[in-house]
C-alpha cells in the first residue's frame, strides 16, 4: 500500500509539472515599443506554445504563435498604453515596460544631434515615417532627405533655424518631438545695462529656451527663462563689472558690451570720529575709485582694493552719509558718519520757559539730548547744523547743550533765564549789614537794590549771592537784576534805624546804649574830637538791657565821646 502510495503521488506532480511547469510562458520583450491599430508588434520569450490571447492593456486580440519563443500579434482597435499580457490558460505574462499606443502620425523617439546650426543634418528614429510631406524646426520649414524608411528618416535644420521641438507632417496629421533641438544662444541686448547685487536684468536674444547657466563677469547668477528671446538674470553679490555669459544646450553666448556693476558700501568702522580720523569703508566694485566724501567733503583714500578702502576724515567734514566714486558710478551709504558737534549761536539769548530757541551749530544730524543748564528740553532737528528747542520749567541760567551720537557739545554763550529770588536771610537789619540773597538764574547779575537803592554784591554761584544794606535804604523787597531780567523778593526786607544814648548811672559811671539791630557796629570812645586817631574800641563786652546793648565805663574827670562805628 505505501509503495503504491508513493507512485501515484509522484504520477500526479508530474501531471502537474507538464500542465504548468514544462509549459508556463515567460516575456522577455516586444517590438516596436509603440504602434497604432493592426501594428504587428513581435513578442519575444518562451513557453508560447498553446497561447491564445495577447491582451494590450486591456484590449485582447487573437494570435498564433509563429513559435514556442516567439509571437507576432497586431495592434486591436481600442488599445490603450500600458503592459502587454501573454494568456495561456489561466496563466498571465505581463510585461515589464508599457507598449505605447500612437496614432496615424508621425511618432518621433529620438534625434541626433540634439543641437547644431543652419545646415546640421539630423537623423530621426520612429515610426511612420513614410509618406512624410513637410518638416519643420520649431514652425519652421526644413528639407527632408529622400526617405528610404519608415522607422528612420533625415531633415537639414534650416537657415533661421531657432530652438524648439522638430515637427514631421503625412496626411495633415503631425508629431512632434517630446524635446527640443538646440541652436546656439545669442544676446542682442540687455537691460539696465548697470546695476548692483540683485539688480534685475533683463536679457533678449535667441535660442534662450533650455539655458543652463548665466554669469555676470564669470560670476553664476539665479534666472528664469521667461521665452526662447528672453530671461530675467539676478546680478549675484560679488559680480563685477564684465561680460554676460549665457550658456544653452546648443552652445554659449559671450556678450562684446560690458554689464556695469556699481560700487556698493555695505560699511564703514569707525562710525563717528573728528578729522583726521582713518576710516576702513567695506563693499563691493571699489576698486577704480576715484573720490570719497564725507557729507560732501571730499577726503584723501588710499589701500583700495575691490572690496575695502581706507579714508581720512577731511577737516571740512560733518555728520552724513559717506560717497564713493568710482569709473563705474557712485555709491552714497545708507547710513551716516557722525563728527562730534558743537553750538556757534543761540537766539534769543533770554527767555523764559516755553520760549522757543534756534541753536546753531555743526553736526546736529541723530541729536538725542538738548538741555539748558543740565535740565532736559523738547527739540525738533530741522537739519545738520540748525535745532529748535523749547525752554524747559525748571531751566535756570547756563549753557545749553547738544548731545549727537559723536558726543556732546556746550555753548559758549549763557542763555539767560529771569532770576528768581527765592529768599534772604536775616530778614532785616541796618545800612553796612551782610544780606544772604538765594534764587536762581543769579549768574552775571548787573544790579541788586533794597527797596530802589543800589547795594554791592557779590555772586556767590547761580542760586546765591551776598549783598551790603546800602546807606539811606528803606523797608521795602530786595530786587536783583541780571541779563535774563528783574526778579523782585515776595517779601519786605525791614531796615533798622540806629541809636546810641549815655545817661549817668552814678558820680563815678555812666551806661552807653545802642540798639542791638547795630549788627556789625563797634563802640569806641575817643578824649578829643579834633584828634581823628584818638578813637579806640571800648572792651567792655556789652549785656542787653531794656532790648538794648549796654556797656558801663567809669566816670573819668576828663570829657569823654562815644560812637558806633561799623
Known amino acids: 500500500m505505501n509503495f503504491l502510495r508513493r507512485v501515484l503521488q509522484t504520477f500526479f506532480l508530474l501531471s502537474v509539472v507538464g500542465a504548468e511547469g514544462a509549459f508556463a510562458q515567460s516575456v522577455t520583450g516586444f517590438s516596436p515599443a509603440f504602434g497604432t491599430t493592426n501594428d504587428a508588434v513581435v513578442i519575444s520569450g518562451s513557453g508560447f506554445t498553446g497561447v491564445t490571447n495577447v491582451i494590450f492593456n486591456t484590449q485582447s486580440v487573437r494570435v ?68 512624410v510631406t513637410n518638416a519643420r524646426f520649431a514652425g519652421i520649414n526644413a528639407t527632408i532627405a529622400p526617405i528610404t524608411s519608415d522607422t528612420q528618416i533625415q531633415v537639414t535644420a534650416p537657415v533661421n533655424v531657432v530652438t524648439g521641438p522638430i515637427s514631421l507632417t503625412r496626411s495633415n496629421v503631425t508629431g512632434t518631438t517630446s524635446s527640443n533641438f538646440f541652436v546656439a544662444p545669442t544676446i542682442t541686448s540687455f537691460s539696465p545695462t548697470s546695476g548692483r547685487a540683485g539688480t534685475n536684468v533683463i536679457i533678449i536674444g535667441k535660442n534662450l529656451t533650455g539655458t543652463t547657466g548665466v554669469k555676470f563677469n564669470g560670476a553664476s547668477a539665479s534666472y528664469i527663462v521667461d521665452s526662447n528671446t528672453q530671461i530675467t538674470a539676478t546680478v549675484p553679490l560679488g559680480a563685477s563689472t564684465g561680460f554676460l555669459n549665457v550658456i544653452a544646450p546648443g552652445g554659449q553666448f559671450i556678450t562684446t558690451s560690458n554689464f556695469v556693476v556699481l560700487p556698493t558700501i555695505t560699511g564703514f568702522n569707525p ?40 579714508a581720512v576724515v577731511p577737516v571740512a567734514a560733518t555728520s552724513g552719509p559717506i560717497k564713493v566714486a568710482t569709473t563705474n558710478g557712485i555709491f552714497i551709504s545708507t547710513s551716516n558718519f557722525f563728527l562730534p558737534p558743537g553750538i556757534i549761536t543761540l537766539s534769543p539769548t533770554t527767555g523764559a520757559p516755553g520760549t522757543n530757541v534756534t541753536i546753531t551749530g555743526i553736526n546736529f544730524t541723530n541729536a538725542t539730548v538738548v538741555s539748558f543748564n543740565a535740565v532736559s528740553a523738547t527739540f525738533s532737528v530741522v537739519n545738520n547744523t540748525s535745532i529748535i528747542a523749547t525752554v524747559p520749567v525748571g531751566a535756570t541760567s547756563g549753557s545749553v547743550s547738544v548731545s549727537a551720537p559723536a558726543g556732546t557739545a556746550n555753548s559758549t554763550n549763557i542763555f539767560y533765564l529771569r532770576p528768581i529770588v527765592s529768599g534772604f536771610s536775616p530778614g532785616g537789619g541796618v545800612a553796612g549789614s551782610t544780606i544772604t540773597i538765594t534764587g536762581s538764574s543769579f549768574t552775571n547779575v548787573t544790579a541788586v537794590q533794597f527797596n530802589g537803592f543800589n547795594a554791592s554784591f557779590s555772586l556767590g554761584n547761580n542760586s546765591q549771592l551776598t549783598a551790603l544794606v546800602p546807606a539811606g535804604a528803606t523797608t521795602g523787597p530786595i530786587s536783583v537784576t541780571a541779563p535774563g531780567g528783574t526778579a523782585v523778593s515776595a517779601a519786605n526786607f525791614v531796615v533798622d534805624s540806629v541809636s546810641l544814648s549815655i545817661r549817668l548811672l552814678t558820680n563815678r559811671a555812666v551806661a552807653i546804649s545802642w540798639t542791638t539791630n547795630a549788627l556789625g557796629f563797634a563802640l569806641q570812645a575817643n578824649n578829643n574830637l579834633v584828634n581823628t586817631n584818638g578813637w579806640m574800641a571800648v572792651t567792655n563786652s556789652p549785656a542787653v538791657v531794656n532790648g538794648k546793648n549796654t556797656v558801663t565805663n567809669n566816670a573819668t574827670n576828663m570829657v569823654t565821646f562815644y560812637r558806633l562805628r561799623k
Open 271 to 310: 562710525s563717528i570720529g573728528r578729522a583726521g580720523t582713518n576710516v576702513i569703508i567695506t563693499g563691493f566694485n571699489l576698486n577704480g575709485t576715484t573720490n570719497v566724501y564725507f557729507n560732501g567733503a571730499s577726503a584723501i583714500f588710499s589701500g583700495v582694493t575691490s572690496n575695502q578702502l581706507t
Open 64 to 131: 498564433t504563435p509563429t513559435a514556442d519563443t516567439q509571437i507576432i500579434a497586431l495592434v486591436p482597435a481600442g488599445a490603450t498604453t500600458g503592459p502587454i499580457k501573454v494568456v495561456k490558460g489561466v496563466n498571465q505574462a505581463v510585461t515589464p515596460t508599457n507598449f505605447t499606443v500612437i496614432g496615424r502620425e508621425p511618432y518621433i523617439t529620438d534625434f541626433s544631434p540634439i543641437s547644431g546650426a543652419a545646415g546640421t543634418v539630423v537623423t530621426m528614429n520612429g515610426v511612420h515615417f513614410t509618406s
